[in-house]
């Protein structure tokens, strides 16, 4: 502190000690103070403009001041270029397919690993594309009418409406329609179904299939005359039913409360391949990632907030919530087991899919599946058959390559009694052995 006042003294001193001179010049002119008449007096600056004049310095001193970058900087410009640059290249590729009227160029197809996704209709038996499946399973189920009408209606109702809630409280009302004729099988107003009723209309009438059920059942479409007045009205009426009948009525209601939808099942497409350097190289079609216009443009805004959340601390829950939505990109995965004899079995599964449904993949292509084996993910770590856990939680989608091992003790076993395993797969499936590139 001492030090401090001895320093603004000497200050002082300096400022009140006059006017320089130089050190080459013989003699200085005595120090003439200014005259008071040749400049007007000047006021002394006030407190609130000495605290704006060092305001504007401040400023004029931060525009020529240099922007010291962070490492955060760094990562956000650079994740700020790369955005930059797919959103143009986006656009260009958008902009071409307008002007020629097609989709935007796609690779060769057939660089890729598989041609596609495909689906096996459980009505016909036929192999569909993704785009395919919806229609050909509706139209199935159409066609299925002329053969049963009722098992027909219980799939229309399930599978042509999406909003379950829906089906369910519709299925409620059907419900206490049957159970009321039951009870009163000779009371006809219970027999006899107002269309326009509110109820009906509202939570019946608006479900597809539910009309072609009710007239599966025994309903018919009747015009009835509108008490008091001159017009008719449609009704569903049922004709009285025997006791037989009605207990057939409730194993058709049971039916309809037990039915599934009728969804195509994915075709895995089995193949094989011969030992090859390249079973680690996938390319994969764009059926695997499905995304849509509005899915890009969310892929885009999350890559968008990437550069916020590497400017932070993220907690560990975070980063789960990261990769949980990571995970849900792929809707498939396209997997590949190295067998003990160096050929590729290669099969397609849902990302959602279970590892035991791998299991019995693999299980069903071996010559001898009851022998016990184990699946081995990229990583080293040991799949389970039992394992619960989803394929994309392994991180196994979009693709991987997996290592299939005998049971160590079973194969000890085999040799000792002369046996051998050098045959793996189903001849069926290496008559169509082909060759990796």
């Given at each position: 502190m001492k030090k401090f006042f001895e320093d603004i003294k000497k200050d002082v001193k300096f400022k009140t000690a006059g006017p320089g001179k130089k050190l080459t010049e013989e003699s200085s002119?005595?120090?003439?103070?200014?005259?008071?008449?040749?400049?007007?007096?000047?006021?002394?600056?006030?407190?609130?403009?000495?605290?704006?004049?060092?305001?504007?310095?401040?400023?004029?001193?931060?525009?020529?001041?240099?922007?010291?970058?962070?490492?955060?900087?760094?990562?956000?410009?650079?994740?700020?270029?790369?955005?930059?640059?797919?959103?143009?290249?986006?656009?260009?590729?958008?902009?071409?397919?307008?002007?020629?009227?097609?989709?935007?160029?796609?690779?060769?197809?057939?660089?890729?690993?598989?041609?596609?996704?495909?689906?096996?209709?459980?009505?016909?038996?036929?192999?569909?594309?993704?785009?395919?499946?919806?229609s050909h399973i509706k139209e199935a189920i159409l066609m299925r009418f002329s053969e049963d009408a009722m098992e027909a209606s219980i799939m229309m109702v399930h599978t042509f409406n999406k909003e379950r809630e829906k089906v369910k409280a519709a299925m409620d009302i059907i419900c206490k329609y049957i159970d009321n004729i039951c009870k009163n099988p000779t009371e006809e107003k219970y027999r006899k179904l107002k269309v326009s009723?509110?109820?009906?209309?509202?939570?019946?009438?608006?479900?597809?299939?539910?009309?072609?059920?009710?007239?599966?059942?025994?309903?018919?479409?009747?015009?009835?005359?509108?008490?008091?007045?001159?017009?008719?009205?449609?009704?569903?009426?049922?004709?009285?039913?025997?006791?037989?009948?009605?207990?057939?009525?409730?194993?058709?209601?049971?039916?309809?409360?037990?039915g599934e939808p009728i969804r195509a099942k994915l075709d895995r497409q089995p193949q094989v391949f011969r030992p090859s350097q390249h079973a680690t190289h996938f390319e994969l079609p764009?059926?695997?990632?499905?995304?849509?216009?509005?899915?890009?443009?969310?892929?885009?805004?999350?890559?968008?907030?990437?550069?916020?959340?590497?400017?932070?601390?993220?907690?560990?829950?975070?980063?789960?919530?990261?990769?949980?939505?990571?995970?849900?990109?792929?809707?498939y995965a396209l997997l590949r087991v190295r067998l003990p004899d160096g050929n590729i079995l290669q099969g397609t599964f849902l990302a959602w899919e279970r590892v035991a449904a791998v299991y019995q993949f693999v299980r069903d292509s071996l010559e001898n599946g009851w022998q016990p084996f184990e699946l081995v993910a990229p990583g080293g770590q040991k799949l389970k058959d039992d394992n619960e856990v989803a394929l994309n939680e392994f991180s196994l989608a979009p693709a991987a390559l997996l290592t299939f091992l005998w049971d160590a003790a079973v194969q000890t076993d085999i040799a000792a009694a002369g046996g051998n395993t050098m045959v793996l797969l189903k001849p069926a499936l290496l008559e169509n052995i082909k060759i990796l590139s």
């Open positions: 002119p005595k120090y003439q103070a200014p005259q008071a008449a040749h400049s007007a007096p000047r006021n002394a600056p006030t407190e609130g403009a000495q605290r704006a004049g060092a305001a504007a310095l401040a400023r004029m001193e931060q525009q020529h001041r240099p922007k010291v970058q962070t490492s955060q900087d760094v990562i956000r410009n650079q994740v700020r270029r790369e955005l930059e640059a797919e959103a143009a290249a986006t656009a260009a590729g958008q902009k071409d397919a307008d002007v020629k009227g097609t989709s935007v160029p796609q690779k060769d197809p057939s660089c890729f690993s598989v041609s596609g996704v495909y689906f096996i209709c459980p009505l016909t038996g036929k192999t569909l594309t993704k785009s395919e499946r919806e009723n509110k109820v009906f209309q509202e939570k019946v009438s608006g479900i597809d299939g539910t009309r072609e059920y009710l007239q599966a059942l025994g309903f018919e479409s009747t015009m009835l005359p509108v008490d008091g007045e001159e017009r008719t009205e449609e009704y569903l009426v049922l004709p009285q039913q025997e006791s037989e009948a009605l207990e057939v009525l409730k194993v058709h209601l049971a039916c309809l409360q037990n764009p059926d695997f990632f499905n995304l849509t216009t509005e899915e890009l443009k969310k892929e885009q805004q999350i890559k968008s907030e990437m550069v916020e959340r590497n400017a932070m601390l993220r907690t560990k829950a975070m980063r789960e919530k990261d990769e949980q939505r990571e995970r849900r990109k792929y809707n």
